[in-house]
């Protein structure tokens, strides 16, 4: 990399120069969208493009909760915090970008094969409760836990595990997700997880669904036309939703 420079510079200036880009690299430009929108991308042309067929997680969870997705990091430089060394409070944000589309699509699989389906980022509330120290591994959880009429709610755990085994949560991350379709109309969750083959009528639900067209499952997802599918309760685990980060 140092070789780049010209032969004037310094031998220690292009040692400085060389450590300062790898300290760095993970926060280059665009690399966050290729990180969060990549994996999307590539799914959406595996999907539409290739016609490739995406196991389905409804199968073997049909409790939508069941299903979580977790990815293993280190807390680099680049996103920590120069003077108490640890992870910047806004590089929680930036990660849990990068886990939030692809748990979504993969528990939503049928409903994102649709053309012009989407989730759209609502809102999101941190709790920060222990620092993640520079250079420390940690891991991030997403997991689905409830919807209402309109917003699916999901929860991201940021965790450590010590040598002994004992886990440490260093921070949780509520998102409120909406799912579209046709452009802005909004699609029910109640319906998406239905489509999707969730709840206790999961096995049925996809046999009718297979049976449909796409523009049949798009039109019965915002409400154009009726059938067989049994939708689960408009609202789900909401119970506690007082207790939840943030105003929801």
């Known amino acids: 990399m140092a070789s780049f420079l010209p032969a004037a510079v310094?031998?220690?200036?292009?040692?400085?120069?060389?450590?300062?880009?790898l300290l760095n690299i993970q926060s280059f430009?665009?690399?966050?969208?290729?990180?969060?929108?990549?994996?999307?991308?590539?799914?959406?042309?595996?999907?539409?493009v290739l016609g490739k067929k995406y196991a389905r997680v409804s199968s073997e969870h049909p409790d939508p909760r069941d299903f979580k997705m977790l990815r293993r990091y280190y807390a680099w430089p680049a996103f920590?915090?120069?003077?108490?060394?640890?992870?910047?409070?806004?590089s929680y944000a930036y990660f849990a970008d990068e886990l939030r589309?692809?748990?979504?699509?993969?528990?939503?699989?049928?409903?994102?094969?649709?053309?012009?389906?989407?989730?759209?980022?609502?809102?999101t509330a941190?709790?920060?409760?222990?620092?993640?120290?520079?250079?420390?591994?940690?891991?991030?959880?997403?997991?689905f836990i409830a919807h209402d009429k309109k917003w699916?709610?999901?929860?991201?755990?940021?965790?450590?595990?010590?040598?002994s085994g004992a886990i440490t949560t260093h921070a949780?991350?509520?998102?409120?997700?909406?799912?579209?379709?046709?452009?802005?109309?909004?699609?029910?969750?109640?319906?998406?997880?239905?489509?999707?083959?969730?709840?206790?009528?999961?096995?049925?639900n996809s046999a009718i669904v297979a049976k449909m067209s796409v523009k049949e499952r798009m039109k019965w997802l915002v409400g154009e036309m009726e059938s067989e599918i049994i939708v689960g309760a408009e609202e789900f685990n909401l119970e506690a939703k007082e207790n939840w980060l943030g105003d929801v």
């Open 10 to 21: 310094p031998y220690s200036l292009k040692a400085v120069f060389a450590s300062l880009v």
């Open 29 to 48: 430009p665009t690399l966050w969208h290729i990180r969060v929108l990549g994996p999307f991308w590539a799914y959406l042309f595996g999907s539409r």
């Open 80 to 90: 920590c915090d120069i003077f108490g060394f640890h992870l910047s409070n806004s």
């Open 101 to 123: 589309g692809p748990h979504t699509v993969t528990l939503l699989t049928p409903f994102f094969d649709l053309p012009s389906s989407r989730l759209a980022l609502g809102s």
């Open 126 to 143: 941190f709790a920060f409760k222990k620092d993640i120290g520079i250079m420390q591994s940690y891991s991030m959880t997403q997991e």
């Open 152 to 163: 699916v709610y999901m929860l991201t755990r940021f965790t450590s595990k010590s040598k």
């Open 172 to 204: 949780l991350c509520l998102s409120h997700i909406c799912l579209k379709i046709y452009g802005r109309r909004t699609v029910p969750p109640a319906r998406a997880l239905a489509l999707s083959g969730f709840g206790e009528h999961g096995v049925t």
